[in-house]
């Protein structure tokens, strides 16, 4: 399946098989995290014993926690929230919250811009609207998300398109235009103002504890991901998930299937164990927005 307006490594990415990687998540109570490295140890303890209760073997990096990173994250829309209502999600992020915001010195800059297309359908035609310009060298993925509830588990397939930036688009939905040149097929006002969602600044620290050895021949990694809205100091959400990169090659569909056979065993026994930790309602993203819509993050 060729696309329109793709560039040719992704064109033959998506003829090898679109999704390129998977990623299993649970977003947690985060009210078990008023300690938060009390919380997060213990959980961990539980996906241990999950993952070696189905027949998988388990690596530390390292003493616990492992590698930790923090970064900073705002989401951007029009002011009725049109890109999102849409299943569209722009989002920034940076090392410092200068990168994220819109610039004062915008020379100063160094941020991963990101527009993204959720769907519970793989929709592959909307890879030419979420495509960069060429010019840009973006980084095009095809993700399947599978989302576990406190009972439920649910698939998400996302496209999306980052690129590095190092100037402020502007404050106009049309300053996205040269980056992201299939933004018009949206049939959006041109001249919306694009700021960050509510106002809102997100302080994200990441932890990698460890890797989960699914097939012999496919290794998952692990992260938990805490999101703090400054100058709050607990986190408004925690998220556990392990993400690996699916096999492209038709002989080696055989070892895809493995590989996700045991993740999603691996999530529903995590599912199964950590039942009181699991949240319900409101999507990470939708927790910044304060609104629900079928697709959202």
């Not at 999600?89 to 410092?96: A, N, S, Y």
């Amino acid at each position: 399946m060729i696309i329109a307006g793709l560039s040719r490594a992704d064109a033959l990415t998506l003829r090898r098989g679109p999704v390129s990687s998977r990623e299993c998540k649970i977003l947690l109570k985060v009210e078990r995290f008023n300690d938060l490295a009390a919380g997060l140890q213990e959980f961990w303890g539980l996906v241990e014993a999950a993952a070696r209760r189905a027949g998988l073997a388990v690596s530390a990096n390292g003493p616990f926690p492992g590698p930790e990173k923090t970064r900073h994250v705002a989401f951007y829309d029009t002011p009725g929230f049109d890109l999102y209502r849409l299943g569209y999600i722009l989002r920034r992020r940076g090392d410092t919250a200068n990168d994220v915001t819109p610039a004062r010195n915008a020379d100063s800059q160094r941020f991963d811009l990101t527009l993204k297309y959720r769907n519970p359908e793989l929709q592959l035609s909307q890879m030419s609207t979420i495509q960069a310009a060429h010019s840009f060298n973006g980084e095009t993925k095809v993700e399947e998300d599978v989302v576990a509830g406190p009972a439920t588990i649910r698939k998400v397939y996302s496209l999306s398109s980052k690129v590095k930036l190092k100037k402020d688009p502007g404050p106009r939905l049309r300053d996205f235009f040269a980056i992201y040149p299939g933004l018009p097929r949206l049939g959006l006002d041109q001249t919306l103002a694009v700021r960050p969602v509510r106002d809102t600044l997100v302080r994200e620290y990441t932890i990698s504890p460890g890797r989960i050895d699914l097939d012999g021949a496919t290794v998952a990694d692990v992260t938990f991901s805490v999101w703090t809205i400054p100058p709050a100091k607990q986190p408004s959400v925690v998220e556990f998930s392990f993400a690996y990169d699916v096999v492209q090659g038709g002989y080696l569909n055989q070892k895809v299937y493995r590989a996700q056979e045991a993740a999603d065993r691996l999530l529903k026994a995590i599912q199964g164990a950590g039942s009181a930790w699991i949240a319900t309602g409101q999507t990470k993203t939708g927790l910044i927005y304060q609104i629900e819509v079928p697709n959202g993050e």
